[in-house]
């Protein structure tokens, strides 16, 4: 069965400090991936995604991620965290069938 | 473009009322998806359409859950009647296919008491 799981449900990081999301996939062939955030009330914006080539993607909001078949891993990073990164994030597959698969999201808190 | 529009933004209702949820796609764009997110399960996909035809309804809870798609600019999701536990974020989401990228409205958020 085609399913993106996110370890982490909550992270906190200190502000200024590095930030690694884990993502990890399991479809029969290496399906589209996408990260999305969602802050406290809002809807889903799309931060990046990978389609194929080359296998580190920038997005939105100075974020990256990384992609690993080896690892059947896509995890976002972002070297220097600020405080308005605070949000739920979401990991996301597009395999066969169409259908969009999400993650159950990572919690990230922000300390000052 | 004005993106995706769901409303109502905010319901509230009483169990055992018909509650309707209303979407329109991105102009265009061919893929449009019901998602329902909630503490406990998180994201949820319920249904997609493709050109107005739903594909796949299988994570449609119950068949209190309907949806429709009778144009290619308008779609609803209804419950009917509605319980406490149907009380979740609504998100409609559309798409092109050869594009891949998936764009969500801001959520209708449903509190049935």
């Known amino acids: 069965a085609q399913s993106v799981t996110q370890p982490d449900i909550h992270i906190t990081v200190s502000e200024g400090a590095s930030l690694e999301l884990r993502c990890n996939y399991s479809?029969?062939?290496?399906?589209?991936l996408f990260w999305y955030v969602q802050s406290p009330g809002q809807g889903l914006q799309l931060l990046l995604k990978?389609?194929?080539?080359?296998?580190l993607v920038q997005g939105i909001k100075g974020f990256e991620a990384e992609f690993k078949r080896s690892q059947s891993s896509f995890n976002l990073r972002k070297p220097s965290v600020h405080w308005s990164d605070a949000a739920e994030y979401f990991c996301?597959?597009?395999?066969?069938?169409?259908?969009?698969?999400f993650g159950t999201g990572t919690q990230l808190k922000v300390e000052l | 473009d004005a993106g995706v529009i769901q409303s109502p933004r905010h319901e509230v209702t009483e169990m055992g009322q018909e509650v309707t949820l209303r979407c329109k796609p991105i102009?265009?764009?061919?893929?449009l998806f019901w998602y329902r997110q909630t503490m406990m399960r998180g994201l949820e996909l319920l249904i997609y359409?493709?050109?107005?035809?739903?594909?796949?309804d299988s994570g449609m809870p119950e068949d209190r859950f309907s949806a429709k798609m009778p144009n290619a600019s308008f779609s609803t999701l209804k419950i009917q009647p509605s319980e406490p536990r149907d009380s979740a974020v609504y998100f409609c989401a559309s798409r092109i296919r050869d594009r891949g990228k998936a764009f969500f409205g801001q959520g209708t958020r449903l509190t049935v008491v």
């Open positions: 479809y029969g062939a290496t399906p589209y």
């Open positions: 359409f493709n050109n107005n035809v739903p594909i796949d």
């Open positions: 102009s265009g764009h061919d893929y």
């Open positions: 990978y389609f194929s080539g080359d296998t």
């Open positions: 996301a597959g597009l395999g066969g069938g169409n259908k969009l698969t």
